[in-house]
């Protein structure tokens, strides 16, 4: 039980559970499967789920404007979108799964999640799930340029049942093969409760958070490394060990730990947790 790897997510693909005729190996990832923008979108009036009814039926009602992405598309800020993605699944034996964004889409401030037909709930893949993705996308600080075939979330499926480490063999695990460290990469104190726990860098003169420009210009997402980083970041130094952060703005923050995730393990980043503020 557990979660599936990467010869799992090759199986799956060769049996036409997870369905895509044109994937490439660079989608499947250790313990997750990247998914894909389709040519099929729309610009829509309202979020939704749609537990009751397949999602096309639902999506004629809240269409604003057709878009096909085989061209190169912007898509404005704060303007709600949904693609079909080029996967679809045919999933069977006691299979289901979760969805979440990459890390690349978080860095950007791209809100986005994951609804399927008869699903009550976003980034759910219930349990022997056959049928459609579609990905619900809205781009909060950017303008940003998409098209077919680009990667914005990736999905983990699971067979039969979770297999959380519980926090005592997490601590111990780290006590014989470390898996968090300092910014030296030395061993460090593992914080563990209910997970790993991990904070801010907030060293004295040094650049701890950059903040999202409001006239950035448009963002090209399948670029790598030909975007100015002054054109959309502005810098933020910690003042006197501290740093406020204001509400409407977008930040990236340095962590404060670096961590090793083992070769036997997959991680799950919790994105959200009353208790710690």
């Given at each position: 039980k557990g979660s599936l790897v990467f010869s799992d997510y090759f199986e799956l693909l060769k049996n036409n559970n997870i369905v895509n005729k044109n994937y490439i190996s660079s989608q499947i990832q250790p313990s997750s499967i990247d998914l894909t923008l389709?040519?099929?979108?729309?610009?829509?009036?309202?979020?939704?789920?749609?537990?009751?009814?397949?999602?096309?039926?639902?999506?004629?009602?809240?269409?604003?404007?057709?878009?096909?992405?085989?061209?190169?598309?912007?898509?404005?800020?704060?303007?709600?979108?949904?693609?079909?993605?080029?996967?679809?699944?045919?999933?069977?034996?006691?299979?289901?799964?979760?969805?979440?964004?990459?890390?690349?889409?978080?860095r950007l401030d791209i809100f986005c999640r994951t609804i399927l037909d008869f699903s009550d709930e976003y980034e759910k893949i219930p349990l022997n799930y056959i049928g459609e993705i579609f990905l619900e996308i809205t781009s909060r600080s950017f303008n940003i340029e998409f098209k077919k075939g680009d990667s914005l979330n990736q999905m983990r499926l699971i067979y039969y049942n979770h297999d959380y480490i519980d926090d005592e063999?997490?601590?111990?695990?780290?006590?014989?093969?470390?898996?968090?460290?300092?910014?030296?990469?030395?061993?460090?104190?593992?914080?563990?409760?209910?997970?790993?726990?991990?904070?801010?860098?907030?060293?004295?003169?040094?650049?701890?958070?950059?903040?999202?420009?409001?006239?950035?210009?448009?963002?090209?997402?399948?670029?790598?490394?030909?975007?100015?980083?002054?054109e959309f970041w502005d810098t933020i130094k910690t003042v006197e060990g501290s740093l406020?952060?204001?509400?409407?703005?977008?930040?990236?923050?340095?962590?404060?730990?670096?961590?090793?995730?083992?070769?036997?393990?997959a991680g799950e980043m919790i994105p959200y947790d009353t208790a710690i503020g």
């Open positions: 389709s040519e099929e979108c729309y610009e829509i009036t309202a979020s939704f789920l749609s537990p009751k009814c397949s999602i096309r039926n639902k999506l004629k009602d809240i269409i604003e404007k057709k878009i096909n992405l085989n061209n190169r598309f912007i898509f404005k800020k704060n303007t709600t979108y949904l693609v079909k993605l080029n996967e679809k699944l045919n999933l069977t034996k006691d299979i289901f799964g979760k969805c979440n964004p990459k890390s690349s889409t978080g063999s997490l601590q111990n695990f780290h006590k014989s093969d470390s898996i968090i460290f300092d910014q030296f990469g030395n061993k460090n104190i593992a914080d563990i409760s209910s997970g790993l726990k991990i904070s801010v860098d907030l060293s004295k003169n040094k650049t701890s958070a950059y903040i999202a420009k409001n006239n950035a210009p448009i963002l090209k997402f399948d670029s790598f490394r030909n975007h100015k980083v002054i406020i952060i204001k509400p409407g703005k977008f930040y990236i923050l340095k962590s404060k730990q670096k961590i090793r995730i083992p070769k036997n393990m």
